[in-house]
Nanobody, 112 residues
Framework: QVQLVESGGGLVQAGGSLRLSCAASRSINIMGWYRQAPGKQRELVARITSGGSTNYADSSVKGRFTISRDNGKNTVYLQMTSLKPEDTAVYYC????????WGQGTQVTVSS
């Protein structure tokens, strides 16, 4: 069993930055972030392996969002810059082992 605890969401103006953090209760290879905007399906933002390999969902976040992790702290981060109103969503931490694990979600709201 893995518990994921997220922090760092909030309200920010367009063009601003936020950093999300997610601490896992134990080490786990794959961690990442998904987001779900109102009325839309949950979608992958980015994920990272314990070895540091990353992949980002699409060009809408590449160059603006950076995923990283601290294996010693079992923590994954999502640095978000140049935020846009369309980035508004609930952001969920994700971890994959034998099964998938999810955090409780943290709201990110970007005002125009």
């Amino acid at each position: 069993q893995v518990q994921l605890v997220e922090s760092g969401g909030g309200l920010v103006q367009a063009g601003g930055s936020l950093r999300l953090s997610c601490a896992a209760s134990r080490s786990i290879n794959i961690m990442g972030w998904y987001r779900q905007a109102p009325g839309k399906q949950r979608e992958l933002v980015a994920r990272i392996t314990s070895g540091g390999s990353t992949n980002y969902a699409d060009s809408s976040v590449k160059g603006r969002f950076t995923i990283s992790r601290d294996n010693g702290k079992n923590t994954v981060y999502l640095q978000m810059t140049s935020l846009k109103p369309e980035d508004t969503a609930v952001y969920y931490c994700y971890a994959a082992a034998v099964r998938d694990y999810w955090g409780q979600g943290t709201q990110v709201t970007v005002s125009s």
